[in-house]
């Protein structure tokens, strides 16, 4: 019987880890397709590295929103979509996508994290196909 429970208490962890993982990626996807900077910014640590192009920088929280906010105006979507999703063996969650705007597409990778029970953007990078 203790095994039983224990199983199920496994289980439903890991259950909970998967759909934590795949809400946030369902909401980055919104976020991007609509070129949402402040909702990006609710998905993020307090510390985020952002690559924009090749130049990483690590940034607060706010200070990510404000670049993002500029790429967003310099770029306006089209569309976003995920292209592929996973986890690495340490755990580390992760989504590629693809940024369509009305004159360039960008390759979008982002790594999330988990955090007491939340996943969230622990770095993002937007690179020009």
Do not use: W
């Amino acid at each position: 019987m203790k095994k039983l429970i224990c199983m199920a208490a496994v289980s439903l962890l890991i259950m909970g880890s998967a759909f934590g993982q795949r809400e946030v990626i369902e909401d980055i996807k919104t976020a991007m397709k609509t070129g949402s900077s402040k909702e990006l910014g609710k998905l993020m640590f307090q510390s985020v590295d952002v690559t924009l192009n090749g130049n990483i920088q690590t940034y607060s929280r706010t200070q990510a929103e404000y670049v993002l906010r500029d790429f967003f105006k310099k770029h306006l979507p089209e569309s976003f979509t995920i292209i592929h999703q996973g986890a690495s063996k340490g755990g580390l969650h992760f989504a590629i996508g693809q940024y369509l705007s009305k004159s360039d597409t960008f390759r979008v990778f982002v790594r999330i994290k988990g955090l007491e029970g939340r996943y969230l953007i622990h770095e993002i990078s937007i690179d020009k196909e």
